[in-house]
């Protein structure tokens, strides 16, 4: 699985909207870019997944460039809530040749302040 | 749904103690794995079960055992537990699509 690349902390203000970059350039073709976030020590929670075009549910966006080699989540009106520790991960598709497993690296704290 | 329970919650051991942790999951999910979260640090993979009957290990297995006693249950065991082995552990559960990880042991050796 390919190796990403995230700034250890950021800050943002509240209302507004928090981009968390990732440098994902050894990226393979067949592999997707997974964002998951743990708040507070719980369990992490996934919060959205894309291989090539950009994606959005009702967590967030995440906008990938057109080489791949990079990625931004885009939370787009951060609250207190989401400050958490973003993980950016990159692997292939769970399925009946892989087992799922995710490698992660220290992420990015967001803190979100008033 | 409770998704993925772990018991228990907290745990203080002595070095050469035995303990086992127990996970469930009740999505009918194939694969199970279980993580290890030192402080300040992200998760690391100890083992997984691809699915019933088969585990395989991860970036950090020495010292553990694991079991996949059904497709529900996947625990992990520490035969003699060293204080390196103080942190929270998680065990997550997968679909295709997304990992549902429980609400973590925190278990301390002493």
């Known amino acids: 699985d390919a190796k990403t690349t995230q700034p250890p902390s950021m800050d943002c203000a509240e209302g507004r909207a928090a981009n968390l970059p990732c440098n994902h350039s050894t990226i393979s073709g067949n592999e997707y870019v997974y964002w998951y976030r743990q708040i507070h020590s719980q369990g992490p929670q996934y919060i959205i997944h894309?291989?090539?075009n950009n994606e959005t549910n009702e967590m967030a966006s995440l906008i990938i460039t057109e080489d791949r080699k990079s990625s931004t989540l885009i939370l787009p009106h951060a609250t207190l809530r989401d400050t958490a520790v973003y993980y950016c991960?990159?692997?292939?598709?769970?399925?009946?040749?892989?087992?799922?497993?995710?490698?992660f690296g220290q992420g990015t704290t967001l803190q979100v302040k008033p | 749904n409770a998704g993925v329970t772990q018991t228990p919650k907290f745990q203080v051991l002595k070095t050469g103690q035995s303990m086992t942790l127990q996970c469930a999951q009740d999505m009918n999910h194939n694969s199970m794995y279980w993580y290890r979260q030192d402080p300040g640090m992200g998760l690391r993979l100890i083992y997984y079960?691809?699915?019933?009957?088969?585990?395989d290990k991860g970036e950090v297995p020495n010292g553990y055992n694991v079991s996949r006693l059904n497709k529900r249950e996947f625990s992990l065991r520490l035969e003699s537990a060293a204080p390196s082995q103080t942190s929270v552990y998680f065990c997550?559960?997968?679909?295709?699509?997304?990992?549902?990880f429980g609400p973590g042991t925190r278990l301390t050796v002493l």
């Open positions: 991960i990159v692997r292939v598709p769970h399925g009946s040749s892989n087992t799922g497993k995710l490698i």
């Open positions: 079960s691809a699915s019933e009957g088969t585990t």
């Open positions: 997550a559960s997968s679909d295709y699509n997304e990992q549902f």
């Open positions: 894309g291989l090539k």
